[in-house]
Structure formats: structure tokens, C-alpha cells
T-cell receptor, first 113, second 116 residues
């Protein structure tokens, strides 16, 4: 099992550009999560999906952020337009079922200049 | 709303010694899960241990064990025989039980340094 796969590992972009982060969860996991990690705010849940359906997007900061899960093996998190305050590490994680621990990807470090 | 508090921003321990990291949480739920995650400098988040609140027995994984005090809402992590590879940020996390909810709420973390 390759684990949760995220790409890219690092992304540097200019303010105003569109950024797309990608995630492939572990096969058979019903839940997929997007978290953001910053020094100031720690680990924040942005959105999560159950069986490809968004369940809770209350953590999405604003309309510039959107997430999709078109099928069980792929999800994207898009920021458009990006701003310097979006600079953070973005983690994708998946979980077999409710109550189980998450398996995290290695994260994408996003820098917006 | 549930909250998780880790009151020790940083800790240090000598190699081969034992260290305990503290975590408290606030909830009105009776059934829930608690977790400890480790984040080494590689930034990968790694599950260390999981505890089900309705189980009295404290969870153990090799050198890692917890002291779960439900009434006190305390969930500390004990690392025995500390190794240099244990140097990492440690996060305590809470998850409510039941329904479709599967959200992990994290504490702010404790940075543990294992000294040679």
C-alpha cells in the first residue's frame, strides 16, 4: 500500500495565481480530509468527504477555496486567487471508517509570494 | 464545542529516559476517541496510539502508553526508553463517536527533543 499520495510536495506561486493541490487516498478508505497547518493556527480542518460527498466544509476559509472529490481515488483542493496568507502546509488524510485514525499524506508546502 | 489543550509547548528528555506529555480535553460527550500523533522534522503525521473512551484499559504500543483519566478528561502520553528518533512534535487529538462525524480536533502540540 503506497499510503496517501499528495502532489506536489512543494509549490511556490505568485499572488493572484490559481493553485491546485492533489490527493489520492488509500483504496477502500471511505473518508477524505483536507487540513491546513500554520504556526499561528496549528492544524485546521478545511473540509472532509464521506464516500465522495462533502460532509463538512465549515473550515474552508472563504470562497477562494474549493475542494472536489470526483471519485473514490482522487481529490483536489483549489485556491483561486491565491494570497500570501494562504502560505501553509496542506495535508490530505484518509480514514477507513468513523472512529478510526487517519493516515496522512506527506503534505504540500505552499508558498505564495 | 470540543477543545484539546496541550499545556507544554516544549519538552526535553535524555536518551533512554522516560517522558510524559500532557493533554486535557473538554467535551460533554460520553463516547469518543482520543489519539496521539507524531510529526517528525520530515513533517509526516504518524499515528502513535488510539484510545476508545468506553474502554477502561489504557492503550499501549511498544514503548508508547497512555494514562487515560476519563473523569479528569486527561490523556497523557508516556514514552519509555526515549530514542533520538522520538524527537518530534506530538499532537493530542479528539474525535466524537457516532453518526457520520469523523472530525479530528487537534491540540497545539508539544515539541519533544530527545538529547543524546
Amino acid at each position: 500500500d503506497a499510503g496517501v499520495i499528495q502532489s506536489p510536495r512543494h509549490e511556490v506561486t505568485e499572488m493572484g495565481q490559481e493553485v491546485t493541490l492533489r490527493c489520492k487516498p488509500i483504496s477502500g478508505h471511505d473518508y477524505l480530509f483536507w487540513y491546513r497547518q500554520t504556526m499561528m493556527r496549528g492544524l485546521e480542518l478545511l473540509i472532509y468527504f464521506n464516500n465522495n460527498v462533502p460532509i463538512d466544509d465549515s473550515g474552508m476559509p472563504e470562497d477562494r477555496f474549493s475542494a472536489k472529490m470526483p471519485n473514490a481515488s482522487f481529490s483536489t483542493l483549489k485556491i483561486q486567487p491565491s494570497e500570501p496568507r494562504d502560505s501553509a502546509v496542506y495535508f490530505c488524510a484518509s480514514s477507513l471508517a468513523a472512529g478510526y485514525g487517519y493516515t496522512f499524506g506527506s503534505g504540500t508546502r505552499l508558498t505564495v509570494v | 464545542a470540543q477543545t484539546v489543550t496541550q499545556s507544554q509547548p516544549e519538552m526535553s528528555v535524555q536518551e533512554a529516559e522516560t517522558v510524559t506529555l500532557s493533554c486535557t480535553y473538554d467535551t460533554s460527550e460520553n463516547n469518543y476517541y482520543l489519539f496521539w500523533y507524531k510529526q517528525p522534522p520530515s513533517r509526516q503525521m504518524i499515528l502513535v496510539i488510539r484510545q476508545e473512551a468506553y474502554k477502561q484499559q489504557n492503550a499501549t504500543e511498544n514503548r508508547f502508553s497512555v494514562n487515560f483519566q476519563k473523569a479528569a478528561k486527561s490523556f497523557s502520553l508516556k514514552i519509555s526508553d526515549s530514542q533520538l528518533g522520538d524527537t518530534a512534535m506530538y499532537f493530542c487529538a479528539f474525535m466524537k463517536h457516532g453518526g457520520a462525524t469523523n472530525k479530528l480536533i487537534f491540540g497545539t502540540g508539544t515539541l519533544l527533543a530527545v538529547q543524546p
